[in-house]
C-alpha cells in the first residue's frame, strides 16, 4: 500500500503551493456555496439516509445467512457454517458521503474462495434476493468487465459487486486496504476491489474530508450541468473528479471549498496534459499486477488525460478520454476560470458557473444516433450497449480526420414521444481551426460510420428488431424533442445570419421557416433519405474528380514542414479507403438497412468571406454504401460543411481583447503556458509528432483504448465486453512525474 | 460400600423400577425423554436436584426433556420409575466448591443486612450481585438455580436476573426479566411467575439489534434499582444475574456492559480460562469486583442449534399450555384498528464498512416503527406492552404476550390465542422474530 504521508510532513507527491488559511471573504463565500449547494437540492433528507443504513443492514444480514447457506451447501461441517461469513462495503459516493437524492448506492459484497461467483453470488445469492418480497428489478450482469447484481431494496437502487477472495474465513474486521488481499484472487476481484480500495485511499490522502467534499459536491453538479460528466461517453465520472478534487485539496491543504473551486478551474485549466494528476507515487507492488507507466505500457502512451488511481495496482481511471472530449474540458475549466475570476471581483455570482451547457446551438453540425428495438427490454439492453461504444465513434472520427474534425458527444440520451421504442444521441462536430490559406481538406466519414455500425451491430446480444441509425444534421434541423418543452430556444440575431447563409435548393424555396419544417417533417416521415430535398442541381466543380492522392507512400520525418506532414496524412486516407473498401461489398444481414449518413450539398461560391479557412467534406466517386447507389447520379456531389465557429461580431471581439489583457496580467502558476490546440500551425506540428510517434503505434493505441472499459461502468450497461488479456510486464521502476513545481516563497493575490 | 450400577443408554424396552445407592458427594444423572413418563423417589438419605431437596418417600414426575442431577451430600437412596434417555452416576462433581461460593456469598448478605439495621450507607447494605457468565453448556443455569435455592432455604429472598433471551428459564425466549426468589425453585414447576418483571427484546439473538438489548439491560436495572432503594431486604439478598453463552466479540461486550449495566460485584466464570482472564484484567482497575474462576460440571449436557431451537419452541407452548399440557388458553379476534402493533428499533444496522466515512449512523438503532398487521404476522408471538403511549414502549415492561393464529387481511380481524379470557390489558403490541407452529 502506497504511503499516505511522506516523510516531509506533506500528503502528495509534490509540496503544498499554499498553505494559507481562509480569509473573511473566502469564508463568506465558502458559506455562500454551502447554501447554494443545499438549495440546489444536493443533500438527501434524515428520512431517506436512516433508509439507506437500513437497507444496507438488511443487505449485510441477507449476505451473511447466504454464505451460511453457500458453506452447508458445499459440504462443510456445522462448526465452519457457524463461522462462515461474508462483508459488504460500499464504495463512489456514498463511501465518499458525496451522494445526493436517490443515488446508488455502490457496494461490495466480499466472500471466501469456497464461494465462487457465477456459482453462489449470480445464483444462489440471486435467488434469495429474488425470493425477498422488498426486493424488486433484480438484474444480473455476470459478464460485465465488472460483475454486478442491480436491485432495489425498498426503493434503493443497489449496484453489488463480488470479491471472491483466498480466504478460507472473512473476518468481521477485514481490512481491504491490505495489498495482500488481491492475492490469489481473479482479476473481475481485483476489479471489483478496486472501488472500495481507491475511495477509502483517496480520503486518506486528503488533509481535510469536510472541504474536500464540499468541493466535491460542487464541481460534480457542476460537471453535470455543463455536460462534462460522463465516464463512458469520454468524460469523467465520479472516482476522476474525486482524484482531480483531492489533489487540489493536497496542493492548497488550508484552503476553505470556495478557494479550492477557484484553484481546481486554475489548476486545470493550464494542467500540461498529458501530464498524469496523482494523489501518490505509484509503486510496483509484489503482486505482479501492471501499473500505469507510460515508459513501458504502449497501452498507456495513448491516454489524454491520465488521471491515476492511488490504490496499488495504480491505473488511469479516465482512459476514455478523446481528443476531442479533453478539448471540451479544457475549455470548460477555462470558462469557469474566468468566472471564478469574476465572482472574486464581485461582477458575478456562483449561479453563473451552473447555466446549463447550450449544446444545440454551440455547433453547426451534428450526428443524430437513433436506435430502436422491439421491446422495453431489448431497447435497454440495446441502449447500453450502443452508450458504451459511442466513444469508438468519436475516436474513430478524429483518427479519420487526423484530429482535424473533432466530435463532441452528448452525456445524455433523448426521446421521442412520438416514436416510442425508440432513442436519440447525439454529437456536436466542429473543425479545427488552422491560419493555412489553402482551401481546407475535406472528408467523408460515411465510411467509418458504416464501420461504427457494423461494429455496434456484432452484439453478442443482438436481437431482432435491434437496429442503429446514424444521421447527419444541421443545427437548425435539430428535432424538437431535445429542447425543454418541445419548444426550439429563439435566437434572433442567429436567425437573421441565418438567412444570409440559405442555400437555394431544387425543392424548396430560400425561406428559413419552410426549410426548418421541411426538416421535422422529414424527421418524422421517417424516410430512408431525410435530406434527400437539400440536393442541388449543379454538381461542385471541385469535386469532379474526387480527392487527389499524392503518389508518396514514405513514412516521414517529423522534422519536415507541415505541407509535407499534410501529403503524409493523405497516404494515411487513402491506405484506410482501401482497408475499408472490402467490408463494404462483404454480405451482411444488414444489408437492407437503408443509408446512415446523409449530407447536403452546398456550393463553393456561396461560402462567406470569414469561412475560406473552413474546410469541406465530400464523397468520392465510388460508392461505399449499396444504399448510395440509388443517388449515385449526384452521391459524388453530396458536401459535409464543417466549420468550427460562427465568426465572431465585433462586440465579442472587444470582450476577446478585453480578455486577453486581463489574462496577460495573470500570475502564471506554470513555467509556460501550454499551447492551445487552435493556436499556429508550428505548435500544431510539434503536438502532433508528440502524440503520435509511429503510425503504427497509433492503431494499437486506439484498438487497446476501445479494448479498455472504463473503471466505474459496473452497473448500467449489459455489455459482453472483450475480456483484456494481457500479460503483466515487468516491474515498473518508480514513476515520478509532476506538473508543479516547488511552490514560490508566498502564494500572490489574483 | 455397593458400586453404582449403570443402566445402558438409550433403552427402548419399559423398564422397572430401579434403585441406586448414593455415595457421599456423588449424584445420579438422568436425560428424560421427551414422551415418556419418569418419576424420581427418595428412599433413604437426603438428596436434592438443583439445590431443591426431594421430599422424602414420595414420589416426584421430573418435567419431560429434562436434564437433572440428584445430588447427596451424606449418601442416599434413590429410586427411578419409567424410562430414560440416559441414566448413570458420578462422583466427580464440583459440588463442594459452588456450596463454599454459596457460603461466601450468604456471608455477604449477612453483613447486608446488619448494616442496613444499622443505618449504614447504601453501598454496605448491599448485598452481593452475582453474575455468572461462561460458554455455552457450561452449566451457568444450573449454577444459579442452585445459588438462589441455597439461599432462598436460609431465609433469603434473593432476586434471579435473566439475561438469557436465546432460553428464557423465567418466562419466553426472547425477554430479559428479574422476579424474586422466595423458596427454592420447584422442581416440577421450576421459577414461580407470580410477579415477574419482563423486557420484550424480540428476538433470540442479541446482534440482531444491540442496541436495543443494552437499551432495555439500562431498563431493567432502573428498575431493580428503585425496588432495591425501598426494600431493604431485598437489596440485602442481592441478585443472581444469568447470562448468555456468548462470550466472544460482540458477545463480550454485551458481558462487559452487563457487568456494569447490573453494578455486578461477583463475577462467577465457568468453564473457561480465557474469559476469567479476560474480565479479570478488564475490571480490574475496579476494586470492589471479584472475578472467581469455577469449574464446571462433567455432567453438563452438549445442546446443539438444532436442541435450542426446540427447547425455545417448547418454551413458548409451555406459557399457553402449561409444562403438562394442562392449561387451556383462549382463542381471541381482535380488529385490527383496535390495537396498534409496534417494532422496535426499526430495520437492520448497517455495518460500519458500509457507511460513509468518518459518519456516524444516522438511523437510531432503538426508535420505535409502526409495523403493518400482514399475514406474516402469522404464527409469531407479541408482547403486551404497559406502556401508555407510543413512545413508552422501549422503556416499558410488559405484561404477557399473545401466539397470533390467524390474519384476515378482507375483514381486518387478526386471531390470536391467550392465556387469560378477556381483552387485552393495552392495545400496544410488540412484534417479534419469535414463532412457534402448533405440531
Known amino acids: 500500500m502506497s504511503k499516505a504521508k511522506n516523510n516531509n510532513g506533506y500528503l502528495g507527491v509534490t509540496e503544498p503551493i499554499s498553505l494559507s488559511g481562509p480569509t473573511e471573504k473566502d469564508l463568506m463565500q465558502t458559506a455562500e456555496v454551502e447554501k447554494y449547494l443545499s438549495d440546489a437540492g444536493l443533500y438527501e433528507s434524515q428520512d431517506e439516509a436512516v433508509l439507506r443504513e437500513e437497507v444496507l443492514g438488511k443487505l449485510d444480514q441477507t449476505v451473511k445467512a447466504w454464505i451460511r447457506k453457500a458453506t452447508r451447501i458445499s459440504g462443510y461441517g456445522e462448526q465452519f457454517v457457524h463461522e462462515a461469513n461474508a462483508k459488504i462495503f460500499t464504495f463512489g459516493s456514498y463511501r465518499l458521503g458525496v451522494h445526493g437524492p436517490g443515488a446508488d448506492i455502490d457496494t461490495l459484497c466480499v466472500g471466501p474462495r469456497h464461494a465462487t461467483r457465477n456459482e453462489f453470488f449470480f445464483r444462489w445469492l440471486h435467488d434469495m434476493l429474488a425470493e425477498m418480497p422488498e426486493v424488486s428489478e433484480l438484474h444480473p450482469v455476470p459478464d460485465a468487465h465488472v460483475p454486478v447484481l442491480g436491485f432495489k431494496i425498498n426503493g434503493v437502487s443497489i449496484d453489488l459487486l463480488y470479491a471472491n477472495l483466498a480466504h478460507a474465513v472473512i473476518p468481521e474486521d477485514l481490512d481491504l486496504s491490505q495489498d495482500n488481499i488481491l492475492h490469489n484472487v481473479d482479476e473481475q476481484t481485483v476489479r471489483s476491489l478496486n472501488g472500495c480500495r481507491v475511495t477509502d485511499q483517496i480520503l486518506r490522502l486528503v488533509p481535510n474530508i469536510l472541504s474536500f467534499r464540499t468541493t466535491l459536491r460542487f464541481i460534480r453538479y457542476w460537471g453535470k450541468c455543463r455536460g462534462v460528466y460522463s465516464n463512458v461517453m469520454g468524460f469523467l465520472g465520479g472516482i476522476n473528479w474525486a482524484i482531480l478534487v483531492g489533489r487540489i485539496c493536497q496542493l492548497y491543504p488550508n484552503a476553505s471549498p470556495s478557494m479550492l473551486v477557484s484553484r481546481f478551474f486554475r489548476v486545470y485549466s493550464k494542467w500540461k496534459w498529458p501530464n498524469p494528476v496523482m494523489l501518490c507515487h505509484i509503486e510496483e507492488g509484489y503482486l505482479g499486477l501492471p501499473v500505469w507507466d507510460p515508459r513501458r505500457n504502449y497501452r498507456d502512451r495513448g491516454h489524454q488525460m491520465p488521471i491515476i488511481t492511488p490504490a496499488y495496482p495504480c491505473m488511469n481511471s479516465s482512459y476514455n478520454v478523446s481528443v476531442s472530449t479533453r478539448y471540451v474540458m479544457i475549455q470548460e475549466f477555462t470558462r469557469a476560470f474566468e468566472i471564478c475570476q469574476a465572482i472574486d471581483e464581485g461582477k458575478a455570482d456562483w449561479d453563473a458557473l451552473f447555466e446549463p451547457y447550450p449544446f444545440f446551438e454551440s455547433y453547426k453540425n451534428y450526428l443524430e444516433v437513433n436506435i430502436t428495438a422491439r421491446n422495453e427490454d431489448d431497447l435497454r439492453n440495446w441502449k447500453g450497449w450502443v452508450e458504451s461504444r459511442l466513444r469508438t465513434l468519436v475516436l474513430k472520427i478524429e483518427r479519420y480526420s487526423h484530429e482535424m474534425i473533432l466530435a463532441h458527444p452528448y452525456p445524455k440520451d433523448f426521446s421521442d414521444k412520438s416514436r416510442p421504442l425508440h432513442c436519440f444521441y447525439f454529437m456536436g462536430l466542429w473543425r479545427k481551426q488552422t491560419t493555412q490559406a489553402q482551401e481546407a481538406e475535406q472528408f467523408d466519414i460515411r465510411g467509418i460510420v458504416n464501420e461504427f455500425r457494423n461494429t455496434i451491430c456484432a452484439y453478442q446480444h443482438w436481437k431482432e428488431g435491434m437496429d442503429i441509425e446514424v444521421s447527419h444534421v444541421k443545427r437548425k434541423e435539430i428535432p424538437l424533442f431535445v429542447f425543454p418543452g418541445g419548444v426550439r430556444p429563439s435566437r434572433s440575431s442567429r436567425t437573421a445570419h441565418k438567412k444570409s447563409r440559405t442555400i437555394p435548393t431544387c425543392d424548396v424555396s430560400a425561406d428559413d421557416q419552410v426549410g426548418n419544417l421541411l426538416g421535422v417533417a422529414s424527421c418524422s416521415d421517417a424516410q430512408p433519405v431525410p435530406c434527400k430535398g437539400s440536393y442541388t442541381k449543379q454538381p461542385d466543380p471541385n469535386c469532379a474528380g474526387g480527392f487527389q492522392l499524392p503518389g508518396s507512400t514514405s513514412v516521414l520525418p517529423p522534422s519536415l514542414p507541415n505541407e509535407v506532414v499534410l501529403n503524409g496524412s493523405a497516404n494515411f486516407h487513402e491506405e484506410s479507403v482501401e482497408r475499408e473498401h472490402p467490408e463494404h461489398y462483404q454480405e451482411s444481414k444488414f444489408a437492407t438497412v437503408q443509408n446512415a449518413v446523409c449530407h447536403v450539398a452546398k456550393q463553393p461560391n456561396s461560402l462567406l468571406p470569414n469561412s475560406n479557412n473552413g474546410w469541406q467534406l465530400y464523397g468520392s466517386d465510388s460508392s461505399l454504401n449499396n444504399s448510395q447507389r440509388e443517388c449515385s447520379g449526384s452521391a459524388a456531389n453530396n458536401l459535409l460543411n464543417l466549420s468550427p465557429a460562427i465568426p465572431a461580431t465585433p462586440d465579442e471581439l472587444d470582450e476577446l481583447v478585453s480578455s486577453n489583457q486581463i489574462k496577460a496580467n495573470q500570475e502564471d502558476v506554470n513555467a509556460e503556458r501550454r499551447p492551445s490546440l487552435e493556436i499556429g500551425s508550428e505548435n500544431n506540428l510539434e503536438q502532433i509528432c508528440s502524440l503520435r510517434p509511429q503510425d503504427s503505434n497509433d492503431n494499437l493505441k486506439r484498438k487497446a483504448n476501445q479494448e479498455l472499459e472504463p473503471l466505474e461502468l459496473a452497473a448500467p450497461s449489459t455489455v459482453a465486453a472483450a475480456q483484456s488479456t494481457g500479460t503483466a510486464p515487468r516491474k515498473p521502476l518508480r514513476l515520478r512525474l509532476t506538473t508543479l513545481g516547488k511552490p514560490k516563497p508566498a502564494e500572490g493575490t489574483t | ?439
Open chain 2, 1 to 439: 460400600m455397593a458400586a453404582a450400577t449403570t443402566a445402558g443408554a438409550g433403552a427402548a424396552t419399559p423398564q422397572p423400577p430401579r434403585q441406586y445407592k448414593l455415595a457421599p458427594q456423588s449424584e445420579l444423572r438422568v436425560e428424560v425423554l421427551p414422551d415418556a413418563p419418569l418419576r424420581v423417589r427418595l428412599v433413604t438419605g437426603t438428596a436434592e436436584i438443583f439445590g431443591t431437596e426431594l421430599p422424602p418417600e414420595g414420589w416426584v414426575p421430573v418435567p419431560p426433556r429434562s436434564k437433572i442431577a440428584i445430588f447427596t451430600w451424606h449418601g442416599a437412596t434413590v429410586e427411578l420409575d419409567g424410562v430414560s434417555e440416559s441414566e448413570y452416576t458420578s462422583d466427580e462433581t464440583p459440588m463442594v466448591i459452588y456450596v463454599n461460593t454459596h457460603a461466601i456469598l450468604d456471608a455477604r448478605r449477612a453483613r447486608a443486612r446488619t448494616a442496613a439495621a444499622q443505618g449504614g450507607d447504601k453501598e454496605a447494605s448491599q448485598g452481593p450481585r452475582v453474575i455468572v457468565v461462561g460458554p455455552t453448556d457450561s452449566g451457568k443455569s444450573t449454577l444459579c438455580k442452585m445459588l438462589l435455592s441455597w439461599a432462598a432455604k436460609l431465609g433469603w429472598k434473593p432476586t434471579y436476573v435473566d439475561l438469557d433471551i436465546g432460553q428464557g428459564s423465567i418466562t419466553i425466549p426472547g425477554c430479559i426479566s428479574a422476579t424474586p426468589i422466595e423458596k427454592p425453585i420447584d422442581i416440577i414447576d421450576g421459577i414461580p411467575l407470580e410477579m415477574p418483571l419482563v423486557y420484550f427484546y424480540g428476538h433470540p439473538n442479541p446482534s440482531i439489534n444491540a442496541d436495543v438489548y443494552k437499551v432495555l439491560m439500562k431498563e431493567l436495572a432502573k428498575t431493580l434499582e428503585k425496588q432495591f432503594s425501598g426494600n431493604a431486604e431485598s437489596r440485602a439478598a442481592g441478585m443472581v444475574i444469568n447470562t448468555m453463552g456468548w462470550v466472544e466479540g460482540l458477545g463480550y461486550e454485551l458481558l462487559l456492559n452487563a457487568i456494569e449495566t447490573f453494578k455486578a460485584n461477583v463475577v462467577l466464570v465457568l468453564g473457561q480460562e480465557k474469559l476469567w482472564k479476560m474480565l479479570k484484567d478488564a475490571v480490574q482497575s475496579k476494586s470492589n469486583i471479584d472475578v472467581v474462576k469455577l469449574h464446571k460440571s462433567e455432567g453438563v449436557v452438549l445442546r446443539n442449534s438444532k436442541y435450542r431451537q426446540r427447547t425455545r419452541s417448547f418454551r413458548i407452548k409451555e406459557y399457553f399450555y402449561g409444562i403438562a399440557n394442562d392449561l387451556a388458553p383462549h382463542s381471541n379476534i381482535v380488529n385490527f384498528s383496535d390495537v396498534s402493533v409496534y417494532k422496535i428499533g426499526g430495520g437492520h444496522q448497517a455495518p460500519r464498512s458500509a457507511l460513509p466515512i468518518g459518519a456516524e449512523p444516522v438511523a437510531d438503532p432503538t426508535r420505535l416503527v409502526a409495523v403493518n398487521i400482514s399475514t406474516d404476522m402469522i404464527h409469531t408471538v407479541l408482547a403486551i406492552s404497559y406502556a401508555k403511549e407510543p413512545e413508552e414502549i422501549i422503556s416499558s415492561n410488559v405484561a404477557g404476550f399473545i401466539h397470533v393464529t390467524d390474519v384476515d387481511i378482507q375483514r381486518k380481524k387478526l386471531t390470536y390465542i391467550a392465556p387469560c379470557p378477556g381483552d387485552l390489558p393495552s392495545r400496544l403490541l410488540i412484534a417479534s422474530s419469535l414463532t412457534w407452529y402448533e405440531a
